[in-house]
């Protein structure tokens, strides 16, 4: 297919509705993203019912909102692109339903994206040669996976997280602390106050060859930490000073970090890794990116070191419609019987 390819992407498979129009993969002509933080900040994590219920309300604004910046019409849109798994189905039913309206619509191709492929196509937009063979971690509130990648269309999981990911660990343990929400944001500054190797948490490996990760145990022992073994000291980090909150931030930030850059260290060497990709809302905080650039250049040879833009780490549509555009290349498109899943297939 030659000429230029405008794809609409559209992401709603947590709490931010989001829509973008993006030229040949690499051009972003509107990003626009709708945030519900402050609806779920309360709560201390993103609750479905009220996440859906915003979507409904934002969808079509921000559609059209991301059309209008784009300076063009429904005419020079080539497909329509959404992410329709993993995510929650509450939230992605009601991306995925907006997209094939528009699609059958406005007759244009559909094409389904999977959320954390895109994530992963967000580290790789701006590079026109990857060096290949890649090794991928994508880490999020929701997720924390490695990937063996060759392709954009072919990335192969390597490993998984069995339990918390690292972005929701964050949150759990930033909530421990009655620090603000999200979490991940509110650890990193605190963090930056505080010791790394004030407290030894614990770093789970999962045994000497494993690729998937957990971080159940290290939110756990922060809880035990923070109010005894018995749970009865509830009040002990409302009596904590600063200094000591942000003891325990650093040392569970470092920890976190560690597991994550051993992984990938493993994975790297699995696969004779070249480069290694960084995408996802944790892909965001400066220590995991300090880390893993120490990593990448202590290996023999130093291997190199892609991470999605700061504005592309948190969930958006630019991924979306930037991965869309392979699967176009490649005409691989879906029907309108396309459905969410709460889990890649």
């Given at each position: 297919?030659?000429?230029?390819?405008?794809?609409l992407?559209?992401?709603?498979?947590?709490?931010?509705?989001?829509?973008?129009?993006?030229?040949?993969?690499?051009?972003?002509?509107s990003?626009?993203v709708?945030?519900?933080?402050?609806?779920?900040e309360?709560?201390?994590?993103?609750?479905?019912?009220?996440?859906?219920?915003?979507?409904l309300?934002?969808?079509?604004?921000?559609?059209?909102?991301?059309?209008?910046?784009?300076?063009?019409?429904?005419?020079?849109?080539?497909?329509?692109?959404?992410?329709?798994?993993?995510?929650?189905?509450?939230?992605?039913?009601?991306?995925?339903?907006?997209?094939?309206?528009?699609?059958?619509?406005?007759?244009?191709?559909?094409?389904?994206?999977?959320?954390?492929?895109?994530?992963?196509?967000?580290?790789?937009?701006?590079?026109?040669?990857?060096?290949l063979?890649?090794?991928?971690?994508?880490?999020?509130?929701?997720?924390t996976?490695?990937?063996?990648?060759?392709?954009?269309?072919?990335?192969?999981?390597?490993?998984?997280?069995?339990?918390?990911?690292?972005?929701?660990?964050f949150?759990?343990?930033?909530?421990?602390?009655?620090?603000?929400?999200?979490g991940?944001?509110?650890?990193?500054?605190?963090?930056?106050?505080g010791?790394?190797?004030?407290?030894?948490?614990?770093?789970?490996?999962?045994?000497?060859?494993s690729?998937?990760?957990?971080?159940s145990?290290?939110?756990?022992?922060?809880?035990y930490?923070?109010?005894?073994?018995?749970?009865?000291?509830?009040?002990?980090?409302?009596?904590?000073?600063?200094?000591?909150?942000?003891?325990?931030a650093?040392?569970?930030?470092?920890?976190?970090?560690?597991?994550?850059?051993?992984?990938?260290?493993?994975?790297a060497?699995?696969?004779?890794?070249?480069?290694?990709l960084?995408?996802?809302?944790?892909?965001?905080?400066?220590?995991?990116?300090?880390?893993l650039?120490?990593?990448?250049?202590?290996?023999?040879?130093?291997?190199?070191?892609?991470?999605?833009?700061?504005?592309?780490?948190?969930?958006?549509?630019?991924?979306?419609?930037?991965?869309?555009?392979?699967?176009?290349?490649?005409?691989?498109?879906?029907?309108?019987?396309?459905?969410?899943c709460?889990?890649?297939?």
């Open positions: 297919m030659n000429g230029t390819v405008n794809i992407g559209i992401e709603t498979s947590c709490d931010e509705t989001a829509a973008a129009v993006v030229v040949d993969g690499r051009v972003v002509r990003s626009v709708a945030s519900q933080v402050k609806l779920h309360k709560y201390g994590g993103v609750v479905p019912e009220i996440a859906s219920r915003a979507h309300e934002k969808i079509y604004p921000v559609i059209n909102e991301a059309i209008e910046q784009a300076q063009i019409s429904a005419d020079d849109i080539d497909a329509v692109a959404v992410a329709c798994q993993p995510g929650l189905t509450v939230a992605l039913i009601v991306g995925v339903t907006a997209a094939k309206t528009l699609s059958l619509f406005w007759e244009k191709p559909l094409i389904a994206i999977d959320h954390l492929h895109a994530h992963l196509q967000s580290a790789v937009m701006a590079e026109e040669n990857v060096q063979p890649a090794v991928a971690l994508i880490v999020s509130g929701g997720h996976s490695l990937y063996d990648y060759r392709s954009p269309l072919e990335p192969k999981l390597l490993g998984s997280t069995i339990d918390d990911a690292a972005g929701e660990a949150d759990k343990v930033a909530t421990i602390l009655k620090l603000p929400y999200p991940g944001p509110s650890i990193e500054k605190t963090a930056q106050k010791r790394p190797d004030a407290i030894e948490f614990p770093r789970s490996l999962l045994g000497k060859g690729l998937d990760f957990s971080f145990g290290i939110k756990t022992a922060v809880l930490y923070c109010r005894g073994q018995d749970m009865k000291g509830r009040d002990r980090v409302a009596a904590m000073t600063q200094k000591q909150i942000a003891d325990i650093a040392s569970f930030q470092t920890a976190v970090v560690d597991v994550l850059v051993e992984k990938t260290r493993r994975a060497e699995l696969i004779g890794a070249k480069t290694v960084l995408g996802g809302g944790v892909a965001a905080n400066s220590c995991l990116r300090k880390s650039q120490q990593m990448c250049d202590s290996a023999r040879p130093a291997r190199k070191l892609l991470i999605a833009p700061k504005q592309y780490c948190t969930d958006n549509a630019v991924m979306v419609a930037s991965l869309a555009y392979h699967k176009f290349k490649a005409e691989l498109f879906t029907d309108l019987m396309l459905e969410p709460a889990h890649s297939r």
